[in-house]
């Protein structure tokens, strides 16, 4: 594998990247929306006690599990499928690059362009949060990042197995949509009511938690924050007591498991499916 032309891909893609109108809408969408979470955070601190990072962190949860996965899973979709629509993949092909170095160059600089773009996000947060004069712990707030950084690549690796396995862009994003939908309503809500219509019982619930990632992202979130899971219930309680200590490098490892898998595949399916 020639390294000099994955760095040159990868430096397409951003560049292709930051030119996306959808991907700057939805990077602007997050930086807005936490810019205001941690402002109407920090102004209610006096009524409630509480304020900086903390605060902020726990509401940013729910607003990540919403944004980040529908930003990796359309960017995604669009890679491949956009570029084989256009031709153009039959044209870097044509290029003394291999599918191995293009399809590698595409992730890495898709995943970059995802990193920078939470990194403003949660950077300009941050940022505000320390001007209001407003601490907390930081730590929590950086973990927070890097996990989220992790669930943005994870769904953009999902989101490249549909791109590697659909001829049409259109096509593509709305599946990496529909798919997006369906890990969203398999949250709090549609395991709730899962468990009801299936009997499920604690262990059949924690299961069902751990394949989606958005909610392996959202335990380990709050474990870092709470440093136990009461607030996720029964699932959330016997995760805690059966696996203590072990749990936060499962879930990490399980959400870097969607980053590895998905691609894995996707590099298969596009060396079978070819560029056409």
Known sequence: MDFENVLTLIQKELRDAFRNRWFLLYAAAFTGLSLALAWFSVSGAGSF???????????????????????????????LAGEREKGTLIYLLAQPVSSGELLLGKFIGLALALTAALVIGFGLT???????????DFRIYLTLLVLSVILAIATLSMGFLISAAVKKAATAVGLALFLWLILVYFGDL??????????????????????NPLQV????????????LEVLGPAGIFAYRTYGGTLWPLLVGLLFAWVVVPFLIATQVFKKRGVL
């Open 126 to 136: 941050g940022v505000l949060i320390v001007f209001l004069g407003n601490g907390g």
């Open 49 to 79: 006690g509480v304020a900086g990072f903390g605060r902020t962190t726990a509401g940013l949860i729910n607003l990540i599990l919403l944004i980040v996965p529908l930003m990796g899973l359309t960017l995604g979709a669009m890679s």
């Open 190 to 211: 549609g395991l709730m009511g899962t468990a009801l219509v299936m009997q499920l019982d604690v262990e059949q619930l924690l299961a069902f938690a751990l394949i």
């Open 217 to 228: 992202f959202k335990i380990a979130a709050v474990l870092d924050l709470r440093d136990n």
